[in-house]
């Protein structure tokens, strides 16, 4: 089998903790739906936007540090609307997996 492609939003995302985690649904408009994370490591924090996600699960014992949080690249799978999977590779509960037409950084004002 394959080894599975990394998504290059972010670098080691299984070293951050979930700080924030919202879902946002278009009734009117399904593909402007998304999903709103803020990560954090130490001092840092990121906040990336998910658009139109599917699929979305919440392994019981979430909010816990999602320690195995992986994001792969599905661009060339050829799935329709699925381009990003997050993904957990550690099993150890807790976990948020789902997959994305796209993700992107959000760039709050300073």
């Given at each position: 089998?394959?080894?599975?492609k990394l998504h290059p939003i972010l670098d080691r995302?299984?070293?951050?903790?979930?700080?924030?985690?919202?879902?946002h649904v278009d009734r009117y408009?399904?593909?402007e739906s998304f999903i709103e994370m803020t990560l954090w490591k130490n001092a840092d924090s990121v906040t990336l936007?998910?658009?139109?996600?599917?699929?979305?699960?919440?392994?019981?014992?979430?909010?816990?540090?999602t320690r195995g949080m992986v994001f792969y690249d599905r661009a060339a799978d050829g799935l329709e609307d699925i381009r990003?999977?997050?993904?957990?590779?550690?099993?150890?509960?807790?976990?948020?997996?789902?997959?994305?037409?796209?993700?992107?950084?959000?760039?709050?004002?300073?």
């Open positions: 089998m394959d080894e599975q995302p299984h070293e951050y903790d979930v700080g924030d985690f919202r879902y408009e399904p593909s936007r998910f658009w139109q996600p599917i699929n979305l699960k919440i392994e019981e014992g979430f909010p816990q540090p990003v999977e997050v993904a957990d590779f550690e099993s150890s509960g807790g976990a948020l997996t789902f997959c994305a037409r796209s993700v992107e950084k959000v760039v709050t004002p300073s």
